[in-house]
């Protein structure tokens, strides 16, 4: 498994300025890094895998999903559904936490956006920066339930892999474009 070391160590050989910061207890999701940390719900990235089933006919009962990394802010987490949307796909769902263990060599729900294997095709949701600047500090998962990453949001951005999404359009926000981004790429 990928750990705080190994993300410290690759930083350290990029000459990336970080911190590794340690915290009063143990996290269970990335979920919980704003409540935790005491800091904006903006300033801290979470990581997730879905199986996505594109619409070029195959479809669950067809061939085997794709397996796709998807990188957000905490207080925009993504839904099955806005993923498939955004990626007009037939269907998506969240990976199985062997799957992720397998795909990411990190624990489920823990997973740093960093270090992620080349061959999983990684989607970063355009709204993570947008509010955030060069010299802001952003929070990541490392892997491990007592660490975290700190690091200036335009260092991870320029470090991320994988394409820029709009997984909602800038000018709709809220639970209601959501469900409007939903209902409008239903098949």
């Known amino acids: 498994m990928k750990d705080a070391l190994a993300i410290h160590r690759w930083l350290l050989a990029h000459q990336i300025h970080h911190e590794i910061v340690r915290l009063p207890r143990p996290l269970t999701c990335s979920d919980e890094l704003p409540l935790v940390l005491g800091v904006a719900p903006e ?107 700190r690091v200036r949001a335009a260092q991870l951005a320029a470090l991320l892999p994988g394409r820029r999404v709009d997984f909602l359009p800038r000018h709709e926000t809220g639970p209601a474009a959501v469900a409007a981004q939903c209902t409008r790429h239903r098949p």
Request: glycine share 6%; with cysteine; net charge neutral.
């Open 43 to 149: 300033t801290c990235v979470h990581a997730s895998v879905f199986e996505v089933w594109p619409r070029d006919g195959r479809g669950p009962g067809g061939a085997a999903a794709v397996p796709v990394a998807v990188i957000c802010a905490v207080s925009a987490a993504l839904t099955s559904a806005v993923v498939a949307a955004a990626l007009r796909a037939h269907r998506a769902q969240p990976a199985s936490p062997f799957q992720v263990n397998l795909l990411t060599d990190y624990p489920d729900r823990l997973i740093c956006p960093l270090l992620l294997p080349e061959g999983l095709p990684v989607l970063v949701d355009r709204r993570l920066f947008d509010r955030l600047g060069p010299y802001d500090v952003v929070h990541t998962p490392t892997g491990e339930r007592f660490t975290v990453l």
